[in-house]
């Protein structure tokens, strides 16, 4: 028999998801904080299974939420993500293949609809879409790529530089806004958009000497030979070893005898004198070993991955401690309850598989994307989703969030029913993928298909084609195309292929 605290507790429970059901309605229209970094893998977040590092407050979301564990891009490049992001379209029909390309911001985009669903809406940080944000009443961002020390932001009131670290720097103006400057009487949507953890990797001061001393584990496949794929990925030029540049990727300053570092490299960095003697004592005493080293072949290659990482990792750990700051103002603000927060970041990235660094290839760590998001009494705490997502669904789902329907002809599908841990037995098998650029990091045009299990890429400017089977083969090291055994699931693939892409009408 159960003792009657039981009982009672069974009956709380029951009631608090009877309200929590009720509570969800399309009146309920909750605030979205969406948290947005650039480059950052699941290969280096805690709870996707890191074995590299830590993140207990991107966890905490997902720990109190839930997390999309297939989530994925169709072109996995920064300024391409974000406009499929806003747009719920493929890169094809948003126009924005490249990220040189300019994005039409007069096309209709999910801030936008918010905005005329009565939200407030904010972007802060990094934009990359070469136009001016629309469909923001707030917007602050970074020119470009934007600067980790001394950032310049621009707004509808001109340029600006503030003194500090990007990622500190793109919080506290988030949570300025929040706190300050949003009319209070909206439901709101804010974008806080990350520089951090992309290339060239300078971490805050603080972080330095973070890992300091420690052995970051390798990935298996950093020497891989590239046997049993096509031409194409033997061309690329983004390995670590090869590529990877000594003095602006990893800090390698030569050390001076009168110990005064290049001014001209500081300068580069954007540093301050001051920010500038930190960084060279930080820097200094590994910089100096490793000249007197003179390391070479797959001993040199490990030098520069540890230091990579490392780089890396501290950037991240920057970004994470900031997720906390924002999830900590929530609380205090009293916000939490009311507010959908997700972390997901515009593309992977390689942290040493193959020997790369960079993204672009529709292999498994460019092409997944971080995804976890809290919803109070809506998301339960916990869930995990295996369906294959992709960032087409981002616009539909926040238009369902805030109440709205999501138009009919955007790609992509609300997810709200998968985070809410609802069974969606019709939800899609596969994804369509589409690289455009030309020569960037050596990597070919290309498009794909992948299903839960298969992969199957076609380099169509060569006519080379890749087949995967992720179940024998997760880290795809070899390419199963024109084998026998495989010829009846590589027809179906390219059938497959064939039918999104006549289904998304692309050209
Ligand atoms: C820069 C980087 C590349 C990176 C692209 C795209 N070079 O060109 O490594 O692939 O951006 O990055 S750098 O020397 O300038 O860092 S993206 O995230 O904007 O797509
Ligand atoms: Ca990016």
Redesign the pocket.
Known sequence: MQRPQKLFQTFRGTLCLALALLAFDASSRPNIVFIFS??HAVNAIGAYGSRINETPNIDRIAREGTILLNNMCGNS???PSRATILTGLHSHANGFLK?RDEFNGAQRTFPKLLQQGGYETAVIGKW?LTSEPTGFDHWDVLPG?GSYYNPTFISPEGRRRIYGYNTDIVTDLSIRWLQEERDSEKPFMLMCQFKAP???WMPNLKHLNKYDGEHIPEPDSLFDDFDGRTSSIKKNSMMIGRHMRLV?DLQLDRPDPNNEYDVRTASRRGLSPEQNRQWDAAFAPENAAFYEANLEGDDMVRWKYQRYIKNYLRCIASVDENVGRILDYLDWAGLAEDTLVIYSS?QGFYLGEHGFF?KRWMYEESLRMPFVARWPGVIPAGGKVSEITQNIDFAPTFLEVAGLTPPDDMHGRSALGLLRGEPAPDWRDSIYYHYYEKG??GVARHEGVRTNRYKLIHFYNVDEWEFYDLEQDPNEMLSRYGEPQYAAQVELLRAELGRLKSAYAVP
């Open positions: 650039d480059d490049i920064c300024g990220n990359h790529q992309h290339r060239n602006g515009d960079d960037g990091h």
